[in-house]
Nanobody, 128 residues
Framework: QVNLVESGGGSVQAGGSLRLSCTASGDTSSKCMGWFRQVPGKERERVAT????????LYADSVKGRFTISQDNAKNTVYLQMNSLNFEDTAMYYC??????????????????????WGQGTQVTVSS
């Protein structure tokens, strides 16, 4: 099991930026890790994923060109740089690690249920 701790959320005006961090304890070197977000009353959605072993990434269409997922292997940390934030980005953001290693879990066929370890979440609020 992997323990994940997020940080970096907060309140920002539209057009602003935030960087979220997710530090893992445990071996995530072969796994897909991702950032998800959820608004009350709506389903949790995938925002971005990164395959730890090679750094390949995948983004939701709604954040392409604005958000960047990256990693620092030495710190076992994954980041989400969020630029040009808008009101629709307001949500609780969660970091997660896939159940098993491999690139499948970073692909479009994987579901949220394939991610077994979750952080506690960090709130991002964008004011218009």
């Amino acid at each position: 099991q992997v323990n994940l701790v997020e940080s970096g959320g907060g309140s920002v005006q539209a057009g602003g930026s935030l960087r979220l961090s997710c530090t893992a304890s445990g071996d995530t070197s072969s796994k897909c890790m991702g950032w998800f977000r959820q608004v009350p009353g709506k389903e949790r959605e995938r925002v971005a994923t990164i395959l730890r072993r090679d750094g390949s990434t995948l983004y939701a269409d709604s954040v392409k060109g604005r958000f960047t997922i990256s990693q620092d292997n030495a710190k076992n940390t994954v980041y989400l740089q969020m630029n040009s934030l808008n009101f629709e980005d307001t949500a609780m953001y969660y970091c997660a690690a896939a159940k098993y290693g491999g690139s499948y879990y970073c692909g479009t066929s994987a579901s949220i249920g394939d991610f077994s370890d979750w952080g506690q979440g960090t709130q991002v609020t964008v004011s218009s």
